[in-house]
């Protein structure tokens, strides 16, 4: 939560912290589309081959997480946040 995020920067010696919502949309179905598009670029992050706790393809790790966002608007459970604080 943005009140204790700001509590925990004042505990740490912060004075005047100030966070401020940017209303922005995370704009992760399209970061999902575009990650899908240039699968093939070269610039991905690696994907191990298997895991213990994920499908074994990059193809359905991507269908499971297209499947996820059509069910929940991650915006609801994130937010994009702007941090202004002074060290004292």
């Known amino acids: 939560m943005i009140d ?11 004075a005047h912290a100030e966070i401020v919502d940017t209303k922005r949309d995370l704009n992760v179905y399209d970061k999902l589309d575009a990650q899908a598009s240039c699968a093939t ?4 992050l690696p994907v191990a081959s298997t895991s213990c706790c994920a499908p074994s393809s990059s ?3 991507r269908d499971h997480l297209s499947e996820l966002l059509s069910r929940y608007n991650v915006n609801d459970y994130a937010s994009s946040v702007r941090v202004y604080a002074v060290k004292g």
Request: proline content about 0%; overall charge negative.
């Open 4 to 14: 204790d995020y700001k509590s925990g920067l004042l505990e740490a010696g912060f």
């Open 41 to 44: 670029s070269g610039t991905e």
């Open 59 to 61: 193809k359905q790790g």
